[in-house]
């Protein structure tokens, strides 16, 4: 678990070092509300910050760890310590309801009890004016920690009696490595880390025929788009129709596509550690030289406009075939 701290100070180190201060100064907040996307710690620090209230031989503010209070935290069995899920799609009054009859009564092993609700925005109309009974009077030794990724989804009465941490996205290099790590090949994790900032998400993506499948179509398709668009529209027809049917599948194929152009991009500037297709390098390298980066910015925005059209609920054949004469439009040679 101290790998888990540490891992959490490199990504989150602001966050970190504030919650690290609040410990030492003993100026814990009766609430927080951490929020930011997926995948971005947390969960992981709210039960850090938990860790940091109820351990026994805090060093500097830091949770030994290895005490019985750190222990039973991780392993989700702290009397004084609870977690709220979402019960199906939303937080209900009956959870919170049930946390404040728990919360009535004397802490079992401290005077000090903490809270967790994950989801936090996807408490019910009811749910969220319970807790906020619930805020409105804090005990002096309860905290509260409320976590969100739609933070504008949440009742601004609330917000305003927390105190507020933002978690900030991992950047796709370190999010890269992070897979490697987990055991994600490279090439993909290269890949997956530009879609997703979340590591289960990042690992099935990988491990996915379909998605690998999507890849191979799609850069088959840029191979092909250079030389004849005609050929590309065929293609469309051929491969792409038959394995790009929903409309999410649609969208992410098109997020592959921009992808193709932004490493011409980097390519351009130097950046080969942002690549999403490395094993491309030695072809991408070669149409990079030979285009503008006007021309690379008109086809960047050409896919970004199809993504538009898609949500508009557009064609998916006639998008694909307006787009292959749009990037190709924008793909002479200089």
Not at 9 to 29: D, E
Not at 98 to 120: C, D, H, N, P, W
Request: net charge negative; glycine share 4%; proline share 4%.
């Amino acid at each position: 678990m101290a790998d888990m701290h540490q891992e959490l100070a490199s990504r989150q180190p602001v966050a970190m070092k504030m919650l690290q201060q609040s410990l030492q100064k003993n100026r814990v907040a009766h609430a927080y509300l951490f929020e930011g996307g997926r995948g971005t710690g947390k969960k992981e620090m709210a039960l850090f910050l938990a860790k940091g209230l109820f351990c026994r031989q805090p060093d500097h503010g830091m949770p030994c760890l290895t005490c019985e209070q750190c222990t039973r935290i991780d392993q989700g069995n702290h009397p004084d310590v609870h977690m709220i899920e979402p019960d199906g799609q939303s937080v209900k009054k009956e959870q919170v309801k049930l946390l404040q009859e728990e919360f009535s009564k004397t802490g079992m092993e401290s005077k000090r009890k903490a809270y967790i609700v994950s989801g936090a925005d996807k408490m019910t109309v009811q749910a969220a004016n319970s807790l906020l009974k619930f805020l409105e009077e804090p005990h002096p030794s309860t905290t509260a920690i409320l976590l969100t990724e739609q933070i504008h989804q949440m009742l601004p009465t609330i917000l305003s009696r927390c105190q507020h941490v933002s978690f900030r996205p991992l950047t796709p290099v370190l999010f890269k490595e992070k897979l490697i790590s987990e055991d994600v090949h490279p090439t993909m994790a290269s890949l997956v880390s530009k879609l997703t900032n979340q590591v289960d998400e990042a690992i099935e993506m990988s491990n996915d025929e379909w998605f690998v499948q999507a890849r191979k179509i799609m850069l088959k398709l840029y191979e092909v788009l250079k030389n004849d668009p005609f050929e590309a529209m065929i293609r469309v027809q051929s491969d792409y129709l038959p394995h790009f049917k929903e409309k999410s599948q649609i969208d992410q194929s098109l997020d592959l596509f921009l992808l193709i152009y932004k490493d011409l991009l980097y390519i351009q500037t130097d950046k080969h550690d942002h690549l999403s297709y490395p094993d491309w390098l030695d072809t991408f390298r070669t149409d990079a030289l030979q285009t503008s980066a006007n021309q690379l910015t008109h086809q960047l925005t050409v896919i970004l406009e199809a993504k538009t059209q898609l949500q508009r609920n557009m064609n998916t054949q006639l998008l694909m075939e307006q787009l292959m004469l749009k990037l190709q439009g924008g793909s002479a040679l200089v």
